[in-house]
């Protein structure tokens, strides 16, 4: 069996389909009884770091205009099929709409550009709604990482859930509980502190998060929040936010956290708090509990899915519940050390060498 896997459009973007499809590649790597039937395939002449038993297949695109949707239809299909693959996997949603000679694997994370469309440029919610499903239509197989969106993506593009196949993301080595290292980066962070991770964008909610801050300091929380992560689209203007409740001395912008940084990050804050408005799988959630840290986080989409019984669930749209769920969180050590000992057991249970067992599975199942 001679299966590819596109790498193109995720090379450059450090966040939640990078860490999916190079995660899986690298397990994959890791496994010799799946390494050695798999490829790489994209227009892009470079390998993808780090893989040392999966070779690499360039198809290069006459341009890259519009090239997440002119390569895997006119390029990708003629050109898999001379060379005789009989699987070709898309990791992320720019997928093949025409026919193809080989068998077709397309991953969706969420449809969240069609159930949120106010949190999505006007190009993602047009490729969502008009060409996904096409997409998903031509597909033989579509892999997704929780039960939440299998049932939107089911809905949405209105395709039988017996095609969709649920595969649950791993959580890498790396994260573990109090992560030992010093750099310039870890001396700069103060002692106690809250944390928030993830793509600064519309769905992750933070200006409800700021406002809940706000109360919760107003009661007595001493604790700084800080947020990582790189700013997405459609940002609210988060400094005039905590300007309005004056948190200037209390909120930290880290701006883009490089990889390395991250565990002791986590392992350092005295808990979590993710409370996303709409999650296909949430990976901070399980990259903090690996660490040892508590959580808090929404009790919509995928979210209860992956946190189980080891986080505190709310409201994301109820900034009160928000700041309740903080205070408690702060006040109880005991609390605390039970959501840290419920979330290191709830991380061991995801595996990316899993992950990629898994996905093989569908693979042996087409051909």
């Not at 870890?186 to 909610?205: D, H, M, Q, V, W």
Request: glycine share 8%.
């Amino acid at each position: 069996m001679k299966i590819g896997i596109t790498s193109a459009f995720f090379r450059n973007y450090r966040a939640g389909t990078w860490v999916y499809a190079n995660s899986l590649l690298q397990a994959f790597d890791g496994l010799h009884e799946c390494a050695d039937s798999i490829s790489t395939v994209d227009f892009l002449g470079a390998s993808v770091t780090g893989l040392r038993n999966i070779p690499h297949v360039a198809y290069p695109a006459a341009s890259n205009k519009l090239a997440k949707i002119v390569w895997p239809n006119l390029v990708l299909p003629r050109r898999a099929a001379r060379d005789n693959f009989d699987v070709i996997h898309a990791t992320t949603h720019y997928g093949t709409f025409v026919p193809c000679k080989y068998r077709n694997v397309i991953t969706v994370t969420d449809v969240s550009p069609l159930l949120h469309p106010e949190t999505h440029g006007r190009g993602q919610v047009m490729y969502h709604r008009y060409l996904l499903p096409l997409v998903l239509k031509r597909a033989d197989a579509v892999v997704t990482i929780s039960h939440s969106s299998k049932k939107d993506i089911v809905a949405c593009c209105r395709i039988g859930e017996e095609k969709v196949h649920v595969i649950h993301l791993g959580v890498d080595g790396k994260f573990v509980p109090a992560a030992a290292g010093e750099s310039p980066f870890t001396r700069s962070l103060p002692e106690r502190y809250i944390l928030n991770i993830g793509t600064l964008e519309a769905r992750k909610n933070l200006p409800r998060l700021l406002e809940a801050y706000a109360i919760a300091r107003g009661k007595g929380l001493d604790l700084k929040l800080l947020i990582g992560g790189a700013p997405g689209w459609r940002l609210s203007n988060l400094a005039g936010i905590v300007e309005k409740f004056k948190l200037e001395k209390d909120v930290v912008f880290l701006g883009f956290v490089e990889d390395a940084d991250l565990p002791v990050l986590y392992s350092r804050a005295s808990y979590f708090v993710y409370p996303s408005i709409y999650e296909g799988f949430g990976m901070p959630l399980l990259e903090a509990m690996a660490c040892g840290t508590p959580v808090i986080t929404s009790n919509c989409s995928s979210m209860p899915e992956v946190a189980g019984d080891a986080a505190l669930l709310v409201d994301p749209l109820d900034v009160t519940d928000i700041a309740d769920r903080m205070l408690e969180l702060a006040g109880s050590p005991d609390l605390r050390d039970r959501l840290r000992s419920a979330g290191l057991a709830r991380a061991a249970r995801f595996s990316w060498r899993e992950t990629a067992r898994r996905t093989m599975d569908v693979y042996r199942g087409l051909v």
